[in-house]
């Protein structure tokens, strides 16, 4: 199979191999653990050591688990036909935890600019 080459922020190379790193703990195949582990590498490669970042990094992969627990019982409520007040306040959590990862994802790319902005304005002129 050819290789594709696909153009990815950052951001959305983070936000993948959270996916990834989730759905490998969750018995994920032989393809997720490949692929995993390719971003892991590239990640390593390309994006600096910060530990912020890393804690960044942590809490989108907290939002991921978080949301696959919510789904869950969401859907184990839906299987019961229960839809009363416990299958409302689990909607309202969902949508919470969507928002918090929307919210990791913009602070990772906040975070991202600050160390690019910090790396270049370290880079003294060359004197003449």
Known sequence: MNEI??????VDLIDRL???TLASENGGNGSVLQQRDILRRTIDRVLPADDELCALRKGLYDAYADLETLRGDLRRCEDLSDFGPGFVALTRSY?????QRDQIKSDIAARL??????STSSVSPEKE
């Open 95 to 99: 949508l919470e935890i969507l928002d």
């Open 113 to 118: 600019r600050q160390i690019q902005m910090d």
């Open 5 to 10: 080459l696909v153009p990815l922020t950052a």
């Open 18 to 20: 959270a996916v990834l």
